[in-house]
């Protein structure tokens, strides 16, 4: 019989559970047990471990109530759960597949047991026949006992074709839920992308497309990150106004008639810039990721100006 479980999936269906509600760990192995309507049931020695490691992990955290700790979700959890939407709709075919082999398996042991009552019936029959004993009450316990087997079996079989029904709703709205949350991610990126750029438009109207760079990329990165859920760690967000930017940038600026050439001083200028900063202030590795990121952010927004 394959595990209910692969190797890593239970930790996925733990912060699942836990996007649904607040949960203690006793409750997390009653509602798994519910979930495989009786056919499964998890130990406390599989969940608090992993729960714990969760924790460790920034994914899910814990207040104490009652004497118990009620673990709850991140939003960190939330980012990779959104992140595994396509995990998750597998983990749950997975589940399917294992109520069903987990049936199947009960099916398996109550038809053995049902073979082994009548063999012994039999058996039992020809005895009595050779000893000329009344059988009547005899028969009729083991036959009572067949048929409880009988119904036992019916029951189980009904459960879990129960839930193998429910596994499949939840799949299919979870892949529903995955194509709607893809959608909406699309649509609000063109919409961002449209704002921006004619924040940049209104800068190069009036003849100031320096800033409107500046602000451009500011504003697409805060936009993108608010999207994406994120929240800055280290620092403050910063906002460049007319008023907080380089000298270089918010001085009034003379075109010449070689733009190229212009715009190459001005790269030289904003290298200088940086490259003094990092003198002074040295540069951690943080620092090097996030401005890495803001570089890379720039030079798709000015790709995008320069290519129109």
């Not at 009652?66 to 939003?75: E, Q």
């Not at 294992?98 to 063999?119: F, K, N, P, Y």
């Not at 009572?144 to 009904?158: G, H, N, V």
């Amino acid at each position: 019989m394959p595990p209910v479980f692969a190797h890593g999936r239970l930790r996925l269906y733990l912060l699942k559970l836990l996007d649904e509600a607040p949960r203690h760990g006793y409750e997390i192995i009653r509602l798994l047990e519910e979930r495989f309507q009786g056919l499964y049931a998890p130990s406390a020695g599989t969940v608090y471990p992993r729960l714990a490691k969760l924790e460790a992990e920034g994914l899910v955290t814990h207040t104490t109530e009652g004497g118990r700790k009620v673990y709850a979700i991140t939003d960190a959890g939330r980012a990779e759960l959104g992140g595994r939407a396509a995990e998750l709709t597998a983990l749950e075919r997975e589940i399917q597949e294992s109520v069903t082999a987990l049936a199947a398996d009960i099916q398996e042991d109550v038809r053995g047991a049902a073979g082994a009552l009548r063999r012994e019936l039999r058996e039992a029959a020809g005895r009595l026949r050779s000893d000329g004993t009344d059988a009547g009450d005899h028969f009729a316990g083991m036959k009572e006992e067949l048929r409880r087997a009988k119904e036992e079996w019916k029951e189980q079989a009904r459960r879990a074709k129960e839930e193998s029904r429910r596994a499949h709703q939840e799949a299919q709205q979870a892949r529903r839920q995955a194509r709607q949350a893809q959608e909406h991610t699309r649509e609000e990126v063109l919409r961002i992308k449209e704002r921006v750029q004619e924040q940049v438009r209104e800068h190069a109207r009036r003849g100031d497309w320096p800033t409107g760079l500046v602000e451009g990329v500011t504003a697409l990165a805060k936009e993108l990150g608010t999207l994406a859920g994120g929240r800055p760690e280290a620092g403050p967000t910063v906002h460049v106004e007319r008023a907080d930017a380089p000298e270089w940038v918010s001085m009034d600026y003379t075109h010449s008639a070689d733009p190229a050439r212009d715009l190459d001083r001005l790269l030289d200028r904003f290298r200088d810039e940086i490259r003094d900063a990092a003198r002074d202030h040295g540069v951690t590795p943080d620092q090097l990721t996030e401005c890495r990121d803001h570089l890379a952010e720039a030079a798709v927004r000015m790709g995008s100006v320069l290519r129109k």
